[in-house]
């Protein structure tokens, strides 16, 4: 499968836990996406990384939210102390710069209890 | 700040007519607008990406329209089938390649009633 993967695709934490989200994005793809998606909401922008440098990131992340994507290759999110307000479905996407459609993986859903 | 309008409502259509979805915006026009097609439980999928300086965009049963003027995009889905059931996404893209990534809109439930 070549699409974009993350993993996992499903967490539960208790409030107040740190979680980290995982992305591998189409191999040949140098853009890659943060979003967040709560029932009944369209998609809402985070972050977005070109290569490994993070160039630009959503007021929605908070500085308990981080992104990394070293050697430009998968990346990972990671919120800290989790809250009940972070339960969403987080989404990351791929693209190449001269297309500017983005390719969605299957999502992680965080529940925060 | 942007505002971006799809149906609210689900919308019920026949198997075999067309279905029309309506993207509104305010503010000023994407360089391209996108729309993308998602299922329960499943990320969103690329569909169609039209310009602002494209009137029209076609790709099998599928057709967008773009109008500046108005800040409207249709999208057409002709001779529909269950299959198309499905939440379609309204995406605006401002600086015309992904560089600040999407302003989605809430979607369109479509369902195909056979």
């Known amino acids: 499968d070549t699409g974009v993967s993350q993993d996992p695709r499903h967490k539960i934490t208790k409030r107040g836990q740190n979680v980290t989200f995982r992305c591998d994005p189409i191999?040949?793809?140098?853009?890659l996406y943060w979003y967040r998606q709560t029932l009944g909401q369209g998609p809402e922008f985070l972050t977005y990384?070109?290569?490994?440098?993070?160039?630009?990131k959503s007021r929605l992340l908070s500085d308990r939210f981080s992104a990394e994507r070293p050697k430009g290759s998968f990346s990972t999110l990671e919120i800290q102390r989790t809250e009940q307000g972070d339960s969403a479905m987080y989404l990351c996407a791929s693209s190449l710069v001269i297309t500017g459609n983005e390719y969605f993986g299957p999502g992680t859903r965080l529940t925060v209890t | 700040s942007q505002k971006i309008e799809q149906n609210s409502e689900a919308l019920n259509i026949q198997e075999g007519k067309t279905a029309t979805l309506t993207c509104n915006y305010t503010n000023y026009s994407p360089a391209y607008l996108q729309w993308y097609r998602q299922d329960p439980g499943r990320g969103p999928v690329f569909l169609l990406l039209i310009r602002e300086n494209e009137k029209e965009k076609r790709k099998e049963r599928l057709k967008v329209t773009f109008d500046t003027t108005l800040k409207q995009s249709l999208f057409h889905i002709t001779a529909s089938q269950p299959a198309d059931s499905a939440t379609y996404l309204c995406?605006?893209?401002?600086?015309?390649?992904?560089?600040?990534?999407?302003?989605f809109g809430k979607g369109t439930h479509l369902i195909i009633q056979p």
């Open positions: 191999s040949e793809h140098n853009r």
């Open positions: 990384f070109q290569n490994e440098a993070q160039l630009e």
């Open positions: 995406a605006l893209d401002y600086s015309g390649g992904g560089a600040d990534g999407l302003t």
